[in-house]
């Protein structure tokens, strides 16, 4: 069962545009919603965070929107650039005493120069 | 770099051999996680740490076990190795193992032919 669901699976930008990547979640006891930046060869890395008491977080060119009625976040990147070009993936997790992320299946972006 | 260390960095083996994997964690953290990447599935947690003890438990096939030293270090155990599981393996460190930031390391990547 997959318990946040990520979409697209690849996105096509152009230099200067808004990616835009969604993901909704089942199980509304989810209450820390990360977003990771993997590039190829490499781990993923944290790139922004957010959880539901707020209904959007911004750092720099990164934007999490967040809808708790819909159970639906999103992550947006401002004039994107080529060095976006990575997989994205969202993630969500509960406070249950200990932490298990489940990950979204991942957004494969190409910003084209 | 994450401060996160795995080894080996690719692995080539036979179906129904075993293999090892190893993870060094970030100095300080307490807490280490493993996930499976396949292209399919994406990433699927397998199992979390904490200080030596299991802390959770996900998609881990009977087949997989793992341990965590006392030196917090951290095997990955696969045995009677099948096609379907070759896959990337990363392993994730965290401070404290709650809803904080997790470091992944680089990746082994498993071959199994």
């Known amino acids: 069962q997959q318990q946040v669901k990520q979409s697209p699976q690849s996105l096509i930008v152009q230099k200067g545009g808004i990616s835009i990547i969604n993901c909704a979640y089942e199980?509304?006891?989810?209450?820390?919603f990360p977003w990771y930046q993997q590039f190829p060869g490499k781990g993923p890395a944290l790139l922004i965070a957010i959880r539901p008491d707020v209904s959007e977080k911004k750092e720099g060119r990164f934007t999490i929107s967040f809808n708790k009625s819909a159970k639906q976040f999103s992550l947006h990147i401002m004039d994107s650039q080529p060095g976006d070009s990575a997989t994205y993936f969202c993630?969500?997790?509960?406070?249950?005493?200990?932490?298990?992320?489940?990950f979204g299946k991942g957004t494969m972006l190409l910003v084209s120069p | 770099d994450s401060g996160v260390t795995q080894t080996p960095k690719h692995l080539i083996t036979a179906t129904g051999q075993r293999v090892t994997l190893r993870c060094s964690p970030r100095?300080?953290?307490?807490?280490v996680y493993w996930y499976q990447q396949s292209l399919d599935q994406g990433l699927q947690f397998l199992i979390q740490?904490?200080?030596?003890?299991?802390?959770a438990k996900g998609n881990i096939l009977e087949r997989f076990s793992a341990q965590q030293f006392p030196d917090l270090h951290s095997e990955l155990n696969l045995s009677s190795l099948e096609l379907g599981d070759s896959a990337l393996y990363f392993c994730?460190?965290?401070?404290?193992?709650?809803?904080?930031?997790?470091?992944f390391g680089p990746g082994t990547r498993l071959l199994v032919l």
């Open positions: 100095s300080g953290d307490l807490s």
């Open positions: 740490y904490y200080n030596g003890e299991e802390r």
């Open positions: 994730a460190s965290s401070v404290r193992g709650d809803q904080e930031t997790q470091y």
């Open positions: 199980n509304t006891a989810f209450d820390y």
């Open positions: 993630a969500a997790s509960m406070n249950s005493g200990y932490s298990t992320l489940t």
